[in-house]
């Protein structure tokens, strides 16, 4: 069964909101000084999710529109965020973003890019953004550099449904700035990471749209493969998953 990707993560909130990474305060620092977005701006947070991206901004004092098909997801947004004076949940698309033409200085996208149509969000983006306005495609990348990360990687691989079609790591940098051209394109990485305990790392994995859930058949060996996975690897009761969060920026 192929699942839409608004609807893919309907139930897997929970483990989302509880164990998926947060983005680096940095990145709000570095689009304030490269292109000068300060707190009279507002943005516009494609496939925000439950809010992690639109979190970011949010506690600096922006006010940010939340757009999110999902309506699982953006229910537990407006669970989260709600006492946020700038939040302003929206139901949507990235094609399709139901906000007025011209009116947004800043589109953002965590971890969501690649879910998209570019060239209908391409598009839609135009529009809604006001003259100069800017878009910055951002994404945590787990990185693959250590052992443990290598196995945990190819457990991924081995148990997940979808995993090696819809992985955003399929987004290149060719793709990006096809986006984006003609104009240019920036790129910044900001280090990232998360300690987990077992019961964490389970629901870091579970987190995932393609890997099975409790109820499939495939749950329990996944899990025994886990637990075996982290005896190898931990230390004191602890793993480390890193990441590059990477940030792609730029005009349209």
């Known amino acids: 069964m192929v699942i839409n990707s608004t609807t893919r993560f309907s139930n897997r909130v929970e483990d989302y909101v509880k164990y998926r990474p947060g983005y680096p305060d940095e990145i709000v620092k570095f689009l304030h000084d490269t292109y000068g977005l300060t707190q009279d701006k507002l943005i516009a947070d494609i496939g925000a999710g439950t809010g992690i991206s639109t979190e970011l901004f949010l506690k600096k ?3 940010v529109i939340a757009v999110e098909p999902n309506t699982e997801m953006r229910e537990k947004a407006i669970e989260l965020l709600g006492s946020y004076h700038g939040f302003i949940p929206q139901n949507g698309t990235a094609e399709n973003t139901g906000i007025k033409s011209s009116t947004v200085n800043t589109v953002i996208a965590g971890q969501a890019f690649h879910w998209f149509d570019a060239e209908k969000a391409r598009t839609e983006f135009k529009r809604i953004l006001k003259p100069n306005g800017i878009v910055a495609l951002i994404w945590n990348e787990r990185k693959t550099t250590s052992a443990f990360e290598q196995e945990y990687d190819q457990l991924i691989i081995k148990h997940g449904n979808d995993y090696v079609k819809v992985d955003h790591r399929n987004i290149d940098t060719e793709h990006i700035t096809a986006f984006f051209n003609p104009e240019p394109i920036h790129m910044e990485i900001f280090t990232n990471k998360q300690v987990f305990d077992f019961e964490g790392l389970k629901g870091r994995l579970l987190s995932s749209s393609y890997m099975p859930t409790r109820n499939d058949i ?18 004191d009761g602890v793993i480390v998953i890193n990441y590059d969060t990477k940030v792609y920026s730029g005009k349209l």
Not at 218 to 235: E, R, V, Y
């Open 218 to 235: 495939g749950f329990q060996p996944m899990i025994d493969d886990l637990h075996a996975l982290f005896d190898k690897f931990q230390q």
């Open 61 to 63: 004092g922006y006010r």
